[in-house]
């Protein structure tokens, strides 16, 4: 009936569990079945602790008067199986001083409100036809709060930070949240070009690269902050051939042309170096040789050394809630995810792009009179239904390179009947609107184009607080601010988290800045192709005495190699990184020089080498790496410095080139003691770190 990472669902049949009884019985005295029974830990009812949905640990179990209810009961055989169930509910509450305040039937999804008292929720939680009890999910921010505002309605803040360049639609300079914040809006179209009148894309795009926090600041009733700056190239124009008039590419040129233009000028014009592109095509990537336009993207990132932010593309659902596959997306998450039709879309497999895909900000539709059993599709801080996953490029059935990174970009809603709709504004994204059709100034959004533009602004933030950082160190930096949201952690198979949440939600905070709990070190430099680097890694004795609780040691690697679309071998070189303790770096360069770049093996097969997740294999095709390594107990017995290593191999077809004598990339190391009390770890850090030694230790 239904299946989690831990748990399969089912139904006992008519004969109250004889079959089954019978047969564990059989495979108790005759081993017969094992195929399946040696599969099985244990077998559990489905009992009230099972039922119980979000908000009802915090009304407790027992209260005075009455609460408000959701209750959700099990997908019926037809009509009138889920009306007898309903009439099962309505049983129990009448005889509990509870009553039903909302209704909606239908045998796939059957839904009630009711106000019951402490014995009535008790009385649901042990009956066997309710699947989930639950308060009723509350959106993000209520759409009355931003409806209908009005620029005398609020006030805007400007806070500095670095210029991000979009190539987008051209976005309305003159709405009063983007006026002063947009620089300039160019077109290097021939000054004949026929232009569509521009659309609302470029100006929801630039509404989240300049207001990071603005649904918090709606909610909040606060000024409304603005960051930065945008400058935009426009390359795209309503599609006035397509149903709903959505974005295409400019027809003057071919696609790669018309950003690779963009991103030159912008670059060479006015020094941008942080740029956001929110295209993805209709199709999924399918392993084949990558898009010119994918290709683009990656040799510009390497030679002008710039951070291009790139969305995972959208799925298409239908009205019914089906996705591409044929999977519903209330009944079937997260299976759909992991087909071959929810793969990402080009240029989303950009290997030295940052890919983003989008969680929900909001898990409940707008609250209107009158309209019950809606639902949204997922959860707050949930993959959003639309949003496609990883991988991206290689052959490692688990690898986990694409996404990088997730941010909020909205969600799907399904009605009572069974009807999507696209832009709830209840669950959707809150943007700045272009403002023609409805002269509202914010609007409802949905898709990875507003997760992305979110992570520019992050990786500009990086580059306001380190100018002269390179891309590489800006990606690194990025990466190891990430986090998963609570969501991500029920997927234990690491590939599949990384594939759908990639390293997780960046911090500009996390991102900038360390704390006497948190310290995050850097290098950002070169190395040889065909060599390994050492970094010694100082390694204070209050970390490894520890304070009680979980300690990290997260690092994140970024490298920028030549790209080839007609090779086998995309990526001209690949790197991985390792960190040791107790052993000395002599011993360590030594074990490094007997290394065959071709053939590797393990090099110290004890406890010397740290455990890091994910495993090596997992970044065998990924240009941005994050690795953790997780302890509680105490290590402090161990040196004051342990060794990161870092491993560059050039593949053949790069091995004879020239140019690619060096292999450019930066380290962002972090130390992470959130129960550090006692002890300033930055302070003790700052005094510790120098220019890090680095040994050649491979020609």
Same mark, same amino acid.
């Given at each position: 009936?239904?299946?989690?990472?831990?748990?399969?669902?089912?139904?006992?049949?008519?004969?109250?569990?004889?079959?089954?009884?019978?047969?564990?019985?059989?495979?108790?005295?005759?081993?017969?079945?094992?195929?399946?029974?040696?599969?099985?830990?244990?077998?559990?009812?489905?009992?009230?602790?099972?039922?119980?949905?979000?908000?009802?640990?915090?009304?407790?179990?027992?209260?005075?008067?009455?609460?408000?209810?959701?209750?959700?009961?099990?997908?019926?055989?037809?009509?009138?199986?889920?009306?007898?169930?309903?009439?099962?509910?309505?049983?129990?509450?009448?005889?509990?001083?509870?009553?039903?305040?909302?209704?909606?039937?239908?045998?796939?999804?059957?839904?009630?409100?009711?106000?019951?008292?402490?014995?009535?929720?008790?009385?649901?939680?042990?009956?066997?036809?309710?699947?989930?009890?639950?308060?009723?999910?509350?959106?993000?921010?209520?759409?009355?709060?931003?409806?209908?505002?009005?620029?005398?309605?609020?006030?805007?803040?400007?806070?500095?930070?670095?210029?991000?360049?979009?190539?987008?639609?051209?976005?309305?300079?003159?709405?009063?949240?983007?006026?002063?914040?947009?620089?300039?809006?160019?077109?290097?179209?021939?000054?004949?070009?026929?232009?569509?009148?521009?659309?609302?894309?470029?100006?929801?795009?630039?509404?989240?690269?300049?207001?990071?926090?603005?649904?918090?600041?709606?909610?909040?009733?606060?000024?409304?902050?603005?960051?930065?700056?945008?400058?935009?190239?426009?390359?795209?124009?309503?599609?006035?051939?397509?149903?709903?008039?959505?974005?295409?590419?400019?027809?003057?040129?071919?696609?790669?042309?018309?950003?690779?233009?963009?991103?030159?000028?912008?670059?060479?014009?006015?020094?941008?170096?942080?740029?956001?592109?929110?295209?993805?095509?209709?199709?999924?990537?399918?392993?084949?040789?990558?898009?010119?336009?994918?290709?683009?993207?990656?040799?510009?990132?390497?030679?002008?050394?710039?951070?291009?932010?790139?969305?995972?593309?959208?799925?298409?659902?239908?009205?019914?809630?089906?996705?591409?596959?044929?999977?519903?997306?209330?009944?079937?998450?997260?299976?759909?995810?992991?087909?071959?039709?929810?793969?990402?879309?080009?240029?989303?497999?950009?290997?030295?792009?940052?890919?983003?895909?989008?969680?929900?900000?909001?898990?409940?539709?707008?609250?209107?009179?009158?309209?019950?059993?809606?639902?949204?599709?997922?959860?707050?801080?949930?993959?959003?239904?639309?949003?496609?996953?990883?991988?991206?490029?290689?052959?490692?059935?688990?690898?986990?390179? *694409?996404?990088?990174?997730?941010?909020?970009?909205?969600?799907?809603?399904?009605?009572?009947?069974?009807?999507?709709?696209?832009?709830?504004?209840?669950?959707?994204?809150?943007?700045?609107?272009?403002?023609?059709?409805?002269?509202?100034?914010?609007?409802?959004?949905?898709?990875?184009?507003?997760?992305?533009?979110?992570?520019?602004?992050?990786?500009?933030?990086?580059?306001?607080?380190?100018?002269?950082?390179?891309?590489?160190?800006?990606?690194?930096?990025?990466?190891?601010?990430?986090?998963?949201?609570?969501?991500?952690?029920?997927?234990?198979?690491?590939? *599949?988290?990384?594939?759908?949440?990639?390293?997780?939600?960046?911090?500009?905070?996390?991102?900038?800045?360390?704390?006497?709990?948190?310290?995050?070190?850097?290098?950002?430099?070169?190395?040889?192709?065909?060599?390994?680097?050492?970094?010694?890694?100082?390694?204070?004795?209050?970390?490894?005495?520890?304070?009680?609780?979980?300690?990290?040691?997260?690092?994140?690697?970024?490298?920028?190699?030549?790209?080839?679309?007609?090779?086998?071998?995309?990526?001209?070189?690949?790197?991985?990184?390792?960190?040791?303790?107790?052993?000395?770096?002599?011993?360590?360069?030594?074990?490094?020089?007997?290394?065959?770049?071709?053939?590797?093996?393990?090099?110290?097969?004890?406890?010397?080498?740290? *455990?890091?997740?994910?495993?090596?294999?997992?970044?065998?095709?990924?240009?941005?790496?994050?690795?953790?390594?997780?302890?509680?107990?105490?290590?402090?017995?161990?040196?004051?410095?342990?060794?990161?290593?870092?491993?560059?191999?050039?593949?053949?077809?790069?091995?004879?080139?020239?140019?690619?004598?060096?292999?450019?990339?930066?380290?962002?190391?972090?130390?992470?003691?959130?129960?550090?009390?006692?002890?300033?770890?930055?302070?003790?850090?700052?005094?510790?770190?120098?220019?890090?030694?680095?040994?050649?230790?491979?020609?």
């Amino acid at each position: 009936m239904g299946e989690t990472q831990n748990y399969t669902y089912f139904v006992l049949s008519d004969d109250q569990g004889d079959a089954l009884a019978q047969a564990i019985e059989r495979y108790r005295r005759t081993g017969d079945l094992r195929s399946f029974f040696d599969l099985i830990d244990d077998i559990e009812p489905y009992g009230p602790e099972d039922r119980r949905g979000p908000g009802l640990d915090e009304i407790g179990q027992s209260f005075t008067g009455r609460q408000v209810v959701d209750i959700g009961l099990w997908v019926a055989s037809d009509w009138d199986e889920a009306n007898a169930r309903v009439h099962v509910v309505e049983t129990i509450l009448e005889r509990t001083q509870s009553s039903i305040l909302l209704r909606s039937v239908t045998a796939r999804r059957t839904y009630l409100r009711a106000e019951v008292t402490a014995i009535g929720l008790g009385d649901l939680l042990d009956t066997s036809v309710v699947e989930f009890v639950r308060t009723p999910p509350v959106p993000f921010i209520d759409f009355r709060e931003w409806w209908n505002l009005g620029e005398e309605d609020l006030r805007r803040v400007d806070e500095p930070g670095a210029v991000v360049g979009i190539m987008d639609d051209a976005p309305a300079t003159a709405h009063p949240l983007l006026d002063g914040c947009i620089l300039s809006v160019d077109s290097l179209a021939p000054s004949e070009y026929p232009w569509q009148q521009p659309g609302s894309h470029g100006t929801e795009v630039a509404g989240r690269v300049l207001y990071p926090k603005l649904a918090e600041e709606l909610r909040d009733l606060a000024p409304i902050t603005a960051v930065g700056t945008v400058r935009a190239v426009r390359i795209l124009e309503p599609d006035p051939n397509r149903q709903g008039n959505p974005p295409r590419f400019a027809t003057y040129a071919v696609p790669h042309e018309l950003v690779a233009d963009a991103i030159r000028h912008l670059h060479r014009e006015y020094r941008v170096r942080i740029f956001n592109l929110s295209v993805g095509y209709a199709e999924p990537f399918n392993d084949m040789h990558l898009d010119p336009l994918t290709e683009t993207i990656d040799e510009l990132v390497r030679e002008l050394d710039i951070v291009i932010v790139v969305p995972t593309g959208n799925v298409d659902i239908d009205l019914n809630g089906y996705t591409t596959s044929g999977h519903h997306i209330l009944d079937d998450k997260p299976e759909f995810f992991y087909t071959p039709q929810h793969r990402l879309s080009e240029p989303g497999p950009a290997a030295l792009a940052l890919t983003v895909g989008s969680i929900a900000q909001s898990g409940a539709p707008a609250e209107i009179p009158n309209r019950f059993g809606w639902r949204a599709a997922a959860e707050a801080y949930e993959a959003s239904p639309f949003s496609r996953s990883g991988p991206g490029l290689g052959t490692n059935n688990k690898r986990g390179n *694409k996404p990088d990174l997730i941010h909020f970009g909205g969600n799907t809603v399904i009605t009572d009947t069974g009807q999507v709709v696209s832009n709830d504004p209840g669950a959707s994204v809150v943007t700045t609107s272009s403002r023609r059709a409805d002269g509202r100034m914010f609007g409802a959004v949905n898709g990875t184009s507003f997760a992305a533009p979110a992570v520019a602004r992050v990786a500009a933030d990086v580059k306001h607080a380190y100018p002269d950082a390179s891309a590489n160190l800006i990606r690194a930096l990025v990466a190891s601010s990430a986090d998963h949201p609570s969501p991500a952690e029920t997927l234990t198979e690491p590939h *599949k988290r990384l594939r759908l949440y990639g390293f997780g939600t960046p911090s500009s905070n996390r991102a900038t800045d360390s704390d006497n709990r948190r310290v995050t070190m850097t290098y950002d430099g070169e190395m040889s192709t065909d060599t390994v680097q050492i970094h010694p890694l100082p390694m204070p004795e209050v970390f490894r005495r520890g304070s009680g609780g979980e300690r990290r040691i997260t690092v994140a690697l970024a490298f920028d190699p030549p790209v080839r679309r007609q090779r086998r071998e995309y990526l001209a070189g690949a790197m991985t990184i390792d960190i040791y303790r107790n052993i000395d770096p002599n011993e360590l360069a030594e074990m490094l020089v007997r290394q065959d770049p071709d053939e590797s093996r393990e090099l110290a097969r004890d406890v010397r080498q740290l *455990k890091l997740d994910p495993g090596t294999n997992t970044f065998s095709n990924a240009t941005l790496q994050v690795r953790t390594w997780r302890r509680k107990k105490t290590f402090v017995d161990d040196d004051d410095t342990f060794f990161i290593v870092v491993t560059h191999k050039a593949q053949t077809w790069a091995r004879q080139n020239s140019e690619y004598a060096m292999q450019r990339y930066a380290l962002a190391v972090t130390l992470e003691d959130q129960n550090l009390v006692q002890a300033d770890l930055r302070e003790l850090l700052t005094q510790r770190v120098r220019t890090a030694a680095r040994v050649r230790v491979r020609t």
